[in-house]
């Protein structure tokens, strides 16, 4: 079964909109943390945000903020006022326990002028 | 601040040639890991060492060797490349095995060609 699921291989967005990236992940390890990454066009990989299977809060950094629904085992990326400068590859990723973070395939999104 | 670094950023090789990616970071991390990203499956996981002196594999670890050859070092060699093997090859680092909630830090790729 797969770990990440992300079923949106590509969106749109107006700028200075807000849009939703979706992720679903499956474990049975009680303590997990979940991540999202963007991969810019350069093609690094940019840590973004986490949030841990124990918070109780939804993580935020700056315009990202992570909706996290622990009993629908989901961690949607939230991006608020979006720019041109997001327009990349987004990327959720579980890690159980000790060591593998695990990668969804990915969502592209692209930002419209 | 340099992070993790990898070398080199291209290589193209003929099938059956040999070559070390070779990585290294400077985050004071204990645990390192080798990825490769192919288009439309995300990142997989190859080898990791949860820390200096342990190797395991990941998901893909078939045609692959590491060595972790300090705790800033640890390189991937492919002893005989297939075309199979093309792909972008992404170094990791993270603080720790038993750090569930800490991110891992990648260096920025290396794309690889196997002709």
């Known amino acids: 079964a797969q770990k990440i699921t992300q079923t949106q291989p590509g969106m749109f967005v107006q700028e200075k909109e807000a849009v939703t990236l979706d992720c679903t992940y499956d474990t049975s390890d009680p303590s997990y943390g979940l991540f999202w990454y963007k991969q810019p066009s350069s093609g690094e990989m940019i840590f973004l945000i986490y949030q841990g299977s124990y918070d109780q809060q939804n993580a935020t950094e700056g315009r990202y903020s992570l909706n996290f629904q622990k009993a629908r085992k989901s961690a949607n990326l939230v991006i608020s006022a979006s720019q041109l400068g997001d327009s990349a590859m987004y990327f959720c990723?579980?890690?159980?326990?000790?060591?593998?973070?695990?990668f969804g395939t990915g969502t592209r999104l692209t930002v419209i002028p | 601040n340099a992070g993790v670094t990898q070398t080199p950023k291209f290589q193209v090789l003929k099938t059956g040639q040999s070559m070390t990616l070779q990585c290294a970071q400077d985050m004071n991390h204990n645990s390192m890991y080798w990825y490769r990203q192919d288009p439309g499956m995300g990142l997989r996981l190859i080898y990791y060492s949860a820390s200096e002196g342990t190797t395991d594999k990941g998901e893909v670890p078939n045609g692959y060797n590491v060595s972790r050859l300090n705790k800033r070092e640890f390189s991937l060699r492919l002893e005989s490349a297939a075309p199979s093997q093309t792909s972008v090859y992404f170094c990791?680092?993270?603080?720790?095995?038993?750090?569930?909630?800490?991110?891992?830090?990648f260096g920025n790729g290396t794309r690889l060609t196997v002709t």
């Open positions: 990791a680092s993270s603080v720790g095995p038993s750090s569930y909630n800490s991110p891992l830090h």
């Open positions: 990723a579980m890690r159980e326990g000790a060591n593998n973070l695990f």
